[in-house]
Structures are given as C-alpha cells and as structure tokens.
C-alpha cells in the first residue's frame, strides 16, 4: 500500500508540469478542468497537507526543461549526410531551449488556482482578424445583405452604329447600376446580381441604347434532403443595323428583352440527387425604324418557351458530381405566321451530362455537353439538331491571380428565310490579377460563332477587353477600360470593328 502510495505521488510529481506546459503551449482554456478538485480528493491531500482546495504550485525551470528540449542523445544518433546513420558523425550544437517567455506558465497556473478557488481568471485580449479595409460592406435588412454600387463613365467609340461603310466616332457617356444580395440565414439561401446600363452618345442620339442582365436564386430548405429551388432572370440588349434577322434600311437599333423563371423540387437520397424543374422564358423584340422614318412591327418574332427537365446526379467523391440531364420543350410565337410566312412553333427533346466540379475551392463550377433535335410546324423548315452545353469553371491560381471560363452552346431562333434556325456557340476567359491589395487589373476575350442552318450565312465575333480597377475607399474606386470589338460575316456589308475608351468612377456602399 506505501509503494503505491509512493508510485502516485511520484507520477503525479512529473506529469504536473507536463499538464501545465502542454495547456500554455497549445493555448487551451485554463478554467474548467481543475473545477471539482478540492479537499475530498484523497491522494492531493497527501500532496497539500491541509484540507483546502487543492492549488497547483508552479513548477520549476528543472521541471520543464525535460519537456521542451529533446535529449541531446537522440541527437547524437542522427546523420544529416548521405552516407550510412553513424552514431559519431553528428555533434550537437543545439543550445538548449529556453523558456522564452517565463510568464506564460506562471499565467496558466494563476488562472487553475483562480478556478479552484471559485473565483473569475483574468480575461485574455484574442488578436483580431485581418479585415480588408477596402472590402465593400452593404446594407443589412434583417438577415438580407445589400451590395449597391453605381458607377458613371466617360470615353470614347469609334463606331457607335455598328456599321460597316459610313464609320463616325462619338463621345460616349456610361452609367450603370447594379444590386448584389446575399442571404445571411441560417437555413434557406437568397441570392442574385441585378445589372443595368444606359449608353448615351451626345453627337448621335438616335443610337443610344440600353443594356442589361439578372439572376435572382431563392432556394427554401422543406426537409432534411428536400429543397425548392426557384430562379428568376432577365435580359436587355439591342440589335445592330447589320443583322441579318433584320431587313435592309434599319436605322436604329431595336432593344431586345428576354425574361423568365425556373420552379424546382430537388431530392437527395444519400449520394444520388434528383431534381424536377419547369422553365418558362419569353423573348420580345422592338420595333425597327427605317431610313424613310417609317417603323417595322417585330412582333410576329415574339414567343414563348416552356420546359421540363429532369436531372440526377450522383457524388462520387467530394471534388467531382457527374449528372445527366434530359428536357422537353415547346416554343410558341405569338403570331402563327412570320412576316415570310413561315409557321416557326417547334418542339425540341435534348439530353446532357456533365459534371460539378469543387477541388478544395480552388477549382469551382460545372461543365455539361449533349444534343438537341427540334422539329417545326413548317414542313418547308427541316428538322434541326445540334450540340447543347455549358461550361462555367473559376480557377483560383494563386491568392492575387483569378482565372473564369465560360462557354456555351444553343439553338436559337432566327427570321431568315429558308434557314429552320441558327446554333449559337460562345466562349470566353477572363483573368484578374491583384497588382497590389487595392489595384487589380482584368483581361478578357471571348469568341461567339453564329451558324445559320439551311442557308449560307456564318458570323464569327471576337471581343478583347482590358479594364484597371483602382480602390480608393471603401466606397469610391478608380476605373478605366479599353474593348476592341470585332465581327466577321458572310452577309455583305454586315462586318464591323469598333474600339471604345472609358474611363470612371465606382461609387458602393
């Protein structure tokens, strides 16, 4: 019974300082543990030889140094060479470790007695965290993050028009705005980015014109593995003089809008992901006005798609989760007959697979490729079929440098005679460097190919673009940009180039 008694004191002799370096150097709570000891433990009796409640002493230099400094010994049986380990081919020279800070223990050993005793340990001041002081902050609405900006531009286009032959420059005044939100609630996610631009050209008013694009995401939590996920979006932009869905003397440039809706149910049973979704999107077009000051009615060009879409997916790992993807649709114009007499309604059947892709965040998004077969009212208009896809990857190469890439693939309608439709294919990449933490400097280019089917015509467009951003404040940043524009096309007179100026400032909160 006294050898055992002697075997606990001797243990608990040694493994006190081991507790309290252990606790300072890995920066643990010292209040919490050492609640409960107090005069009814026995053995720390013996240790304190009184009945109060039981006090750590602090241990000596003697004590610890066995804990923070290997023994020389080891060291000595180690060979950094690349001959064979030889016990006296190394020597150590290490100086022995040395408490660097001795109040550190002493600190942890305070707030362990503070704890016995019942009273409060002194409080610790924590580091804050590294905050980027040019970080836009936005509004808070309950539990709703707001992120408005507007930004105002001045510059430069070559060619407002967007013609070919008869090219005159103008000054250019941009304003644009914009709206980010982003949900901060604990279940249910809300986001999205609302764009709108309004170009103005003081020497030539009429070809002023509007631009602008949304996405709004509402995705409500139903159950555990069960989720609506709905989606909200919309388009505006203009057509040019020279396209070919356009007749000859168009003077202006007629806006074009789009706009629509997704509603979805999507269900995961362990690591397969089903989801059934219902699309409706409807595209109108402005009217044309011709050299002669009368205007052209496109309303026989208006209509509406609807779809379905299935699609399962399943998470073979946490980087990768391929999918496959099948959908109905129907387009339906508002007007039977086009202005040439054609019956456009058609019905389409395609499917894709792909994948999502997240390695460790640095690469991020989704690539998916298929087919599409569409089949028109018109017997005159051929059965069409082509590739469908999407791609949208963010690779983030290095802290500073950020890398997107999108590209795309559709059948879209069109109003040329003889031609069923045209498959559009689009593809981009953009690179965005951090020069310092307040200056970034973006470089894009992106390529778009529009394949009439049926006919001979082919549009080829390129677009390289430049932009600095430079950050002021939090709320005003510097911007100044540079777009070269450029299209190639079978269609005579139809090819332009154009090379637009800006430079602006960026107001957020």
């Not at 408005?148 to 407002?160: K, Q």
């Not at 706009?259 to 595209?283: I, P, Q």
Request: aromatic content about 8%; proline content about 6%.
């Amino acid at each position: 019974m006294v050898c055992d008694w002697l075997r606990f004191l001797r243990v608990t002799t040694i493994a006190q300082p081991l507790i309290a370096t252990t606790i300072a150097l890995a920066g643990l709570p010292t209040t919490g543990w050492a609640q409960g000891i107090d005069a009814s433990d026995a053995p720390f009796q013996l240790l304190r030889g009184s009945s109060g409640p039981f006090v750590l002493p602090p241990p000596s230099s003697e004590q610890i140094a066995p804990f923070l400094d290997p023994s020389p010994m080891l060291m000595n049986n180690r060979d950094l060479g690349s001959g064979p380990l030889q016990a006296s081919s190394f020597t150590n020279t290490r100086r022995p470790t040395t408490l660097t800070n001795p109040s550190v223990h002493e600190r942890v050993y305070a707030d362990l007695n503070a704890s016995a005793a019942g009273s409060t340990p002194t409080p610790r001041r924590r580091r804050s965290q590294a905050i980027d002081p040019y970080e836009q902050l936005g509004l808070m609405l309950g539990g709703l993050k707001l992120l408005p900006a507007v930004e105002a531009d001045v510059g430069y286009d070559s060619n407002p028009r967007r013609i070919a032959t008869g090219v005159k420059g103008s000054t250019l005044v941009r304003t644009m705005a914009e709206l980010k939100l982003q949900s901060e609630w604990v279940r249910h996610s809300l986001t999205g980015t609302l764009r709108g631009s309004y170009d103005a050209f003081p020497g030539m008013t009429d070809v002023n014109r509007p631009a602008g694009e949304g996405r709004v995401n509402l995705r409500v939590d139903v159950l555990r593995g069960t989720q609506i996920e709905s989606e909200g979006r919309y388009s505006v932009t203009t057509q040019q003089p020279g396209n070919p869905n356009l007749p000859n003397g168009v003077v202006n440039q007629p806006i074009t809008s789009s706009f629509g809706g997704t509603l979805g149910l999507v269900h995961t049973f362990n690591r397969v992901t089903v989801g059934l979704y219902g699309d409706v999107d409807r595209s109108t077009y402005g009217n044309a006005k011709l050299a002669d000051g009368t205007s052209l009615s496109q309303d026989d060009r208006n209509y509406t798609q609807y779809a379905v879409r299935l699609r399962t997916g399943y998470e073979l790992s946490a980087f990768f989760t391929p999918f496959i993807e099948g959908r109905l649709d129907k387009r339906r114009y508002d007007e039977h007959f086009d202005s040439s007499g054609y019956a456009r309604n058609s019905n389409g059947i395609g499917a894709r697979i792909g994948t999502a892709i997240n390695i460790s965040g640095s690469l991020t998004g989704e690539v998916a490729a298929g087919l599409e077969h569409r089949v028109y009212d018109d017997p005159r208009l051929a059965d069409l079929n082509g590739p469908i896809g999407e791609a949208s990857l963010v690779w983030t190469a290095t802290p500073l440098t950020k890398l997107r890439l999108r590209a795309s693939s559709t059948i879209g309608e069109t109003s040329v005679v003889g031609s069923s439709g045209v498959i559009v294919t689009q593809a981009g990449a953009e690179v965005e460097h951090a020069l310092r933490r307040n200056l970034t400097v973006t470089g894009a280019l992106a390529f778009s190919n529009n394949n009439y089917q049926d006919v001979y015509l082919r549009e080829n467009g390129m677009t390289g673009s430049v932009r600095l951003d430079w950050k002021l404040t939090r709320t005003l940043a510097f911007r100044a940009s540079f777009t070269h524009e450029r299209l190639d096309s079978t269609s005579p007179g139809s090819d332009y180039t154009a090379n637009i100026f800006l430079v602006g400032l960026r107001l957020q909160r």
